[in-house]
T-cell receptor, first 113, second 111 residues
């Protein structure tokens, strides 16, 4: 049983560019959440997707957007990249009846230069 | 006031001792509480969930919840060097649709 997978593993972008990160949830999970984790900090909630809709959003600007597909996989898009967007981006999946019990993917390390 | 607060540590305990990790949260309506372990360079891993006041035990781990005091703790008995990691406290807001993490407590278990 494959766990949560994310791609790519690492990414280097230039300020002002756009990036798309991808996530496939654990089998049987239909809820996907995205987090940003800076070095030495806890994960910061970006948003959660369920049934292809954004169900809840954290304190992130509209430059951060997402999508969930019918197979429950998800994308995170970040436009107009800033240096401060450099971080580890984590995807987590959970079953509909236990949204808080999350399984994390390995993350995508984004570096903005 | 931060929504979920943890002592950043580091907390250092000798092998075989009990490690005690603490967390406070600000939203009185929160119903679900979690502890995650994160090894350096890895992603968080769920180790405990607790939903009711009192203690919940799972192997060497015990989670304690006191909703009146808005306090959650994690005890690790017979600590091992392999327990050395950052422990993240997480609290569900808005019925589980939004999880807020603390900054984590770094634990070192000395052999």
């Amino acid at each position: 049983d494959a766990g949560v997978t994310q791609s790519p593993t690492h990414l280097i972008k230039t300020r002002g560019q756009q990036v798309t990160l991808r996530c496939s949830p654990k089998s049987g999970h239909d809820t996907v959440s995205w987090y940003q984790q800076a070095l030495g900090q806890g994960p910061q909630f970006i948003f959660q997707y369920y049934e292809e809709e954004e169900r809840q959003r954290g304190n992130f600007p509209d430059r951060f957007s997402g999508h969930q597909f019918p197979n429950y996989s998800s994308e995170l898009n970040v436009n107009a990249l800033l240096l401060g967007d450099s971080a580890l981006y984590l995807c987590a999946s959970s079953p509909w009846d236990r949204e808080g019990e999350q399984y994390f993917g390995p993350g995508t390390r984004l570096t903005v230069t | 006031q931060k929504e979920v607060e943890q002592n950043s540590g580091p907390l250092s305990v000798p092998e075989g001792a009990i490690a005690s990790l603490n967390c406070t949260y600000s939203d009185r309506v929160s119903q679900s509480f979690f502890w995650y372990r994160q090894y350096s360079g890895k992603s968080p891993e769920l180790i405990m969930s607790i939903y009711s006041n009192g203690d919940k035990e799972d192997g060497r781990f015990t989670a304690q919840l006191n909703k009146a005091s808005q306090y959650v703790s994690l005890l690790i008995r017979d600590s091992q060097p392999s327990d050395s990691a950052t422990y993240l406290c997480a609290v569900d807001y808005t019925g589980g649709f939004k999880t807020i993490f603390g900054a984590g407590t770094r634990l070192f278990v000395k052999a």
